[in-house]
């Protein structure tokens, strides 16, 4: 029924930049609070960002001042923009969304993952 797409994962060196994507699909009425989380291998999956439909954001202390959370809601998309990455931010980053469904379902869905792999 409703799909989360993410993009733009890859191999970045030391200090450089990334910026995800992910984006709903489907029989989507409104979509709610949206986030990213990540989780790399023998570790728990966390939060990295979440942003209200108005715009509210929280992030993970450690990555306050790094990462930057946006969203476009005509667009049911979420991104996010990570800076001076550090090898320890290496982890498969997923997409999360609160969707409001068209049969007036609320559930919460999630993306396959991207892969952020940063190494010299």
């Known amino acids: 029924q409703v799909q989360l797409v993410e993009s733009g994962g890859g191999l970045v060196q030391p200090g450089g930049s990334l910026r995800l994507s992910c984006a709903g699909s489907?029989?989507?009425?409104?979509?709610?609070?949206m986030g990213w989380y990540r989780q790399s291998p023998g570790k728990q999956r966390s939060l990295v960002a979440a942003?209200?439909?108005?715009?509210?954001?929280t992030y993970a202390d450690s990555l306050k001042g790094r990462f930057t959370i946006s969203r476009d809601n005509a667009k049911n998309t979420v991104y996010l923009q990570m800076n001076s990455l550090d090898p320890e931010d290496t982890a498969v980053y997923y997409c999360?969304?609160?969707?409001?469904?068209?049969?007036?379902?609320?559930?919460?869905?999630w993306g396959q993952g991207t892969q952020v792999t940063v190494s010299s």
């Open positions: 942003i209200t439909r108005g715009g509210s954001t």
């Open positions: 489907g029989n989507i009425v409104r979509i709610d609070a």
């Open positions: 999360n969304a609160d969707v409001l469904l068209a049969d007036w379902q609320r559930r919460e869905y």
